[in-house]
């Protein structure tokens, strides 16, 4: 047996065992008609509410009369995490597995929480070759990239002078195909993403096609920017582009037939370009470039057999790994962690871990028969989003596909956060998967995942990340009232008038003041002219007190209103920079980040950054680092605030709607329902357990 095979039926084995959750977690054969059910019922509905603290204490009050109630426990675990408690969540589920209970999926959720992530991969097993379909066809793939959508695509010269741009989904399909961009693609060698676009590089037509990034418009041609170049060797020209580099906020193109590289703005505009080597050398025909470490650049030349190092202005510095390499073509940085990839097209794929010094040789893959393929001539080179190696195989006609060794036993994280099951037999789960590194997914659709109840299999799954609601906004202004926020009352209008210049019918606002205490200054809505009112009203108690710890009690009170919207979540932070009190009324800051993140709630913070308080600066980083790790931004109250609102509607929704029809009957009322929800993407499996109580009429 392969090892993928092995390792894919290891993890298989795994996870159909955590569909005995019925026999694990079931105190004394099930859940028996005493006070540790009932309690373990309110619990298990308060939570279902979102009301996590409460439901926290009905589990606790569960596990006093039976501590052997493992499903109490393990969802006490779930509710203290929901509520921000992220380290007394881990001290239950690590009680449950001392205990001896068999649960994976808690064992990953720890991992996660920890960021126990597995090691850098430096070995990769092959995976598929990408399957060529009516409608997208390839041959003679140049280059494979990413897209800021965490896609991939790859460029094809084609037959009979017809290149393409292919663009593949995360979860392995096609998703569009353009042969005209700018005009018609004849032979696309490289390409970069920049802020805004994607450049191409068309080697015969001697341009660089500009591509926005969305890849979505009906005629490209006809509604993207003009290409840029044409042949010649003037400043601004090209004889043959091949590879580009995005660095700076600059595109650098490796001019191929004039033995050149040139620099160009993000609006087309040439900057500056060199030519020279040592001893008074030129570049002989570059092809590939990269990002280096330090701001450089790396720039392959296949008739020399190296890599030349230049730094941010085009000095040469010097020339690597000449003795290795024989026909570099395109290079890849991985600067996350630290890897230099080279498709070599006469040896294969070079693997340099720049942290190490390390190097590996991928010289080809086995198929599942065993038979080793070699490469017959790489041109490109890529990681993806998720760490998938692609490798575009340019004799070969092929785009290859390898996944890490590592995570072939790593398993998605999954949680099922809330199941809502009110209008049963339709029952609708709210859940998130995670990788390994605590990234979200965000591109499955119902073939990734299974739903079974009590082990039998649901069927009619429907899934979507929410996506009716992506165009609603719910937020809470938290806005402190303290005797320090008097000197900018007068800016105060100005500063809210920009934050709800955007909203929209759809949408709701709400604003909350504090002191030491806090209050809502509003109902939830969406009238401006409501909001600025409230931010007008009892004037005459505010302003006065020289104590904000209310600051953290607003903020988990803002956050738990929010918690049963759907749609975009956000907290908006306005502040004159003071932390004082934080964690004296049992809501530190930690708790609030914890909370805010695991409710995938981004804070986005205001502050006017008093100069009269001592510790305005450490305050600063605390504040920025808050907004940053929840998703959100640190705004500087006398800065640019207008791309806030815009910012706001920015991030994807991470939680999925997974609904179907349950096979239980209704005249069951009060029975529980066991829920073992599972996901696969790319090889890797995850799962997770949960249930509900079928309701009565």
Not at 88 to 117: C, F, K, M, V
Not at 169 to 182: N, P
Not at 523 to 552: F, H, M, W
Request: with cysteine; hydrophobic share 35%; charged share 25%.
């Amino acid at each position: 047996m392969s090892r993928l095979r092995r390792a894919t039926l290891v993890a298989t084995v795994a996870f159909a065992a955590a569909g005995f959750a019925w026999a694990v977690y079931y105190a004394g054969g099930g859940l028996r008609q005493n006070a540790a059910e009932a309690a373990f019922r309110n619990g298990l509905f308060l939570y279902s509410q979102y009301q996590y603290d409460a439901a926290s204490e009905q589990f606790l009050l569960s596990l006093g009369k039976n501590n052997d109630f493992h499903l109490a426990r393990r969802m006490l675990g779930q509710s203290l995490l929901f509520s921000g408690k992220q380290d007394e969540a881990l001290h239950e589920w690590r009680l449950l597995l001392d205990s001896g209970q068999y649960d994976p999926s808690l064992a990953l959720h720890i991992q996660t929480l920890e960021n126990l992530a597995p090691q850098r991969d430096n070995k990769w097993v092959f995976s598929r070759i990408i399957e060529q379909k009516r409608g997208y066809k390839y041959s003679l793939p140049t280059f494979v990239g990413n897209l800021p959508s965490r896609n991939i695509f790859f460029l094809s010269l084609g037959l009979l002078d017809t290149g393409s741009l292919l663009e593949v989904s995360a979860d392995e399909g096609f998703r569009k195909v353009l042969r005209r961009i700018s005009g018609r693609l004849k032979a696309p060698i490289g390409a970069a993403t920049g802020s805004r676009e994607i450049w191409i590089s068309d080697f015969e037509t001697d341009q660089v096609h500009r591509l926005n990034h969305s890849l979505t418009t009906g005629l490209p041609y006809l509604q993207d920017t003009p290409a840029i170049g044409g042949k010649g060797s003037a400043e601004g020209q090209f004889h043959g582009p091949a590879g580009i580099a995005f660095c700076d906020n600059a595109f650098w193109i490796a001019d191929h037939g004039n033995n050149r590289v040139q620099k160009f703005d993000e609006d087309g505009n040439f900057i500056l370009a060199f030519s020279d080597v040592d001893g008074g050398w030129k570049l002989n025909h570059p092809f590939g470039i990269a990002c280096s470490d330090k701001g450089g650049l790396w720039v392959s030349e296949p008739e020399e057999a190296r890599i030349s190092e230049f730094d941010r202005y085009g000095n040469f510095v010097r020339y690597r790994f000449e003795t290795i390499l024989k026909k570099p073509r395109h290079l890849f940085h991985d600067s996350e962690n630290g890897y230099l990839m080279i498709a070599d097209e006469a040896r294969g794929i070079h693997i340099f871990d720049l942290r190490s010094n390390e190097h590996k040789l991928l010289e080809g893959y086995n198929r599942a028969d065993g038979q080793f393929i070699r490469f017959n001539r790489p041109y490109s080179a890529t990681l993806d989003y998720f760490g998938n190696l692609f490798v575009a195989d340019y004799a070969a006609h092929s785009i290859i596909q390898f996944v890490p060794e590592s995570r072939l036993m790593t398993n998605l994280d999954v949680y099922i956060e809330n199941i809502i099951s009110h209008q049963y037999p339709a029952v609708h789960l709210i859940a998130s998967v995670k990788d390994e590194k605590g990234r979200p997914l965000t591109e499955l659709s119902s073939e990734n995942f299974s739903v079974f109840e009590n082990d039998a299999y649901t069927g009619n799954l429907r899934a979507d990340t929410l996506s009716k609601f992506q165009n609603q906004l719910h937020y809470r202004i938290i806005l402190s009232r303290s005797k320090q926020m008097a000197d900018y009352f007068d800016s105060l209008p100005h500063t809210l008038d920009i934050m709800l210049s955007d909203l929209r019918e759809k949408d709701t606002v709400q604003l909350i003041s504090y002191t030491n205490s806090y209050r809502d200054d509003t109902p939830a809505t969406n009238s401006r002219l409501r909001i600025l009112q409230g931010a007008r009203e009892k004037l005459e108690t505010d302003y006065t007190s020289d104590i904000v710890s209310g600051y953290s009690k607003a903020l988990y009170h803002a956050i738990s209103q929010l918690l049963p919207y759907f749609g975009r979540r956000a907290i908006v932070w306005i502040t004159d920079g003071s932390l004082s009190g934080d964690g004296t009324d049992g809501f530190p800051l930690d708790r609030i980040e914890n909370y805010a993140k695991i409710n995938h709630i981004q804070i986005y913070v205001i502050s006017y950054e008093n100069p009269r308080l001592f510790d305005f600066r450490e305050n600063r980083e605390r504040l920025a680092e808050l907004a940053r790790r929840t998703g959100g931004e640190y705004y500087n109250a006398f800065g640019d605030l207008r791309r806030l609102p815009m910012r706001m509607r920015q991030p994807r929704e991470e939680r999925y709607m997974l609904s179907y029809r349950s096979g239980g009957d209704s005249s069951w009322v009060g029975q529980y329902m066991e829920v073992r929800l599972t996901a696969v993407f790319q090889g890797r499996r995850g799962a997770e357990t949960g249930g509900y109580f079928i309701p009565g009429k």
